[in-house]
């Protein structure tokens, strides 16, 4: 059983910056790629950053630039650097972990991935 706990989210001006921390415990092995995705009311769930070990990574265009996704594998945790937030990133933010070892880009589709996060919101406010 793989539990993922997300945390670090909140309240934050437009520009501002927030770090995401997800940790994992059970069994998830450090070759599985993980991903950060965000769902906005009324939107659908949106895969933003993908990380792997054989897998190289993937941003969203929204993203690219502001945001960043590492990963501490001694921790078994991961990380959403967000940088130069707009209003527009206000959404939950989840973190998902796939069970499985790809090669190539790093997936981002939700149907890539098996074990999820109960999510963090994060408002960014104009």
């Known amino acids: 059983q793989v539990q993922l706990v997300e945390s670090g989210g909140g309240s934050v001006q437009a520009g501002g910056s927030l770090r995401l921390s997800c940790a994992a415990s059970?069994?998830?092995?450090?070759?599985?790629?993980m991903g950060w995705f965000r769902q906005a009311p009324g939107k659908e769930r949106e895969g933003i950053a993908s990380?792997?070990?054989?897998?190289?990574?993937t941003l969203a265009d929204s993203v690219k630039g502001r945001f960043t996704i590492s990963r501490d594998n001694a921790k078994n945790t991961l990380y959403l650097q967000m940088n130069s937030l707009k209003p527009e990133d206000t959404a939950m933010y989840y973190c998902?972990?796939?069970?499985?070892?790809?090669?190539?880009?790093?997936?981002?589709?939700?149907?890539?991935?098996?074990?999820w996060g109960q999510g963090t919101q994060v408002t960014v406010s104009s």
């Open positions: 998902a972990a796939a069970r499985v070892i790809v090669g190539g880009a790093c997936p981002r589709a939700p149907a890539d991935f098996a074990d």
């Open positions: 059970g069994y998830i092995s450090s070759n599985y790629y």
């Open positions: 990380i792997g070990t054989y897998c190289y990574t």
